[in-house]
């Protein structure tokens, strides 16, 4: 699911900044949302909706997306019994996380490509750097949300030397998942991203493992 509100960063390397509806006004709201998850939620003979994800846009942008569309549909599927998680920028993990503790989530991915001040990708709309904003509400929410959160990076072009340091500070923080995908270059033919996607990936794990890095596998 895709609510509406767009971002409060200008990440480089993210569409979400980039499109036009980035604004309240939507053609589906919070109730559509949880309509939907009654919709997919069974066919003819069985249960076949098993989870959601929330995706795309800020789903913690501020307190109107969050009451309107997140907390609604994660209530909603916790009522249905469907797994639920989002995707976040983490500047707002603590400030909601009160209300995010009575609810059963089961992923807290945050999004993270690099590491200190030259990790130019996470600038606000300001030009101001957010990692140190994303460390502090991170280690405030750990006591919270140890077993669910990730932290995601996405694998840019010459940004790769990033990894191991960030690597090493989500062991140091104590988050237990970290995952890496590739961003994908629209130049090459779909038959040719798959091999060039697990490359790069395969040589981020060379480095974060011969860097020692991971302290265990």
Known sequence: FVFPGGCQLACDDCI???RSENSMKAELSGDDFCTIIDQLLYNTTSRVLHSVFLAGEEVLLNNRVFTEYTEKVIRYANKRQVMIGFVTNGLNL?????????????KIVVSLNGIG???????DKRGR????R?????EQVLPLFREQL???????????RQLVPLVQKAVELGIKEFTISPLLDLELLPS?????????VEEAYD??????ALGRK
């Open 16 to 18: 979400v900044g980039q």
């Open 150 to 160: 990730v932290i995601a990076a996405v694998l840019c072009p010459g940004r790769s």
């Open 129 to 132: 750097s957010s990692y140190d």
């Open 94 to 106: 603590a400030r909601f996380a009160p209300r995010l503790a009575a609810m059963n989530i089961r």
């Open 134 to 138: 994303v460390i502090r509400n991170l």
């Open 207 to 212: 480095d974060i493992e011969n860097a020692g």
């Open 117 to 123: 001040d030259d990790n130019n990708d996470r600038l």
């Open 192 to 200: 040719q991203q798959m091999g060039r996607c697990q490359d790069l």
